[in-house]
């Protein structure tokens, strides 16, 4: 049976590629034994194919030089930083042999490892810059803490790198997690995750505090009546706003309403409202007094009835149309 031209060269790309039926196969090969112009045309289509074959094989390969270039010359280039950072440290080494005194020279070797950090690392890691970069700059300046703690005969080491360890955790840790290797791990547990990292950094700073200093159960008090308020709080918005399945209003008002509840319940418990500034009023001969601590936890009360009203009236509107 013998098939139009135009047929053929339809199913010439399906017959190329070698997806086309057998029956159509075929029908194809019969017709080019007969028919020169659609041979020539599948030639044609065959050298097309292998024209941009090579220009793919070309690119890719063009890409992959272009990368290790870069990749060589960024470790060159942080090679010789390296180097350079590395001059002063020699230059104080030579000094303090012939000076007879080398504690200097260890703490502006570990000075050193800080630009090094933030310089040379990121020329020289391979992939994940931001996080290697941010790892060994909290390294190097923890070892610097270190370095100058012992050399001065303090232990201050143990209140200054929990404090700035959290304090590079709150500003670093939400963009650090998103990283490939951790966000591979972590997946959908990021923000709970950086939660936990920070809480734990803020509690080993405040018992840190006090193990160093030697102080006593009052200030563990005072520490607890100050930090647990603000971590419930903390916690309690972040769950509200990450797992909490409602409306804008209505977790504004599961945040002022927690708000509300946590300053009473602390309140209560730790006395803070002896710690504030008094308010009152004068009525009818009368005065009444009351702390601005409560007058703050009420507002959030009443702000959460208010928000949750109107949030609970527009999902019923929203459920009657």
């Known amino acids: 049976m013998k098939y139009n031209c135009d047929v053929i060269r339809d199913l010439l ?11 159509s ?36 390969e063009a890409i992959s030089s272009q990368a290790k270039f ?15 950072f590395m001059l002063p440290v020699l230059i104080c080494l030579i000094v303090g042999l012939a000076g007879g005194g080398l504690s200097w020279v260890l703490i502006v070797l570990a000075a050193m490892l ?24 909290a390294v190097s300046l923890t070892l610097l803490l270190g370095v100058c703690s012992v050399l001065s005969g303090g232990s201050w080491f143990f209140i200054a790198a929990p404090a700035v360890l959290f304090g590079l955790s709150v500003a670093f840790a939400p963009a650090a997690v998103r ?41 563990y008090g005072l520490a607890a009546a100050i930090s647990l308020p603000i971590l419930l709080w903390v916690w309690g918005l972040f769950l509200i706003v990450r797992y909490l399945k409602a409306g804008r209003l209505l977790k504004t008002a599961a945040a002022f309403g927690m708000t509300g509840i946590i300053m009473t319940v602390c309140g209560l418990i730790f006395h803070i409202g002896d710690y504030s500034s008094l308010l009152y009023i004068e009525t009818m001969g009368r005065r009444f ?14 702000v959460a009835a208010v928000c949750g009203l109107i949030g609970a009236l527009t999902v019923k509107n929203r459920r009657k149309k």
């Open 179 to 219: 990283a490939k290797p951790i966000a591979a791990v972590l997946k959908n547990h990021k923000g709970l995750a950086v939660m936990a990292l920070d809480t734990g950094l803020y509690l080993l700073m405040m018992l840190c505090i006090g193990l160093v200093n030697g102080l006593g159960a009052g200030y």
């Open 114 to 137: 800080i630009p090094a950090s933030l310089v040379a690392v990121p020329l020289l890691a391979p992939e994940n810059k931001a996080l290697w970069t941010l790892g060994s700059f």
């Open 70 to 84: 870069f990749r060589r010359r960024s470790a060159v280039v942080g090679t010789v930083f390296a180097g350079v």
């Open 289 to 302: 007094e009351f702390s601005s601590f409560t007058l703050m936890a009420v507002i959030s009360i009443a």
């Open 13 to 23: 790309p399906l017959y190329q590629d070698g997806v086309c039926s057998e029956g």
């Open 25 to 60: 196969a075929l029908a194809v090969e019969e017709h080019l034994k007969e028919c020169k112009a659609c041979s020539d045309y599948l030639s044609s289509l065959r050298s097309g194919e292998e024209i941009e074959n090579t220009f793919t094989a070309e690119r890719e």
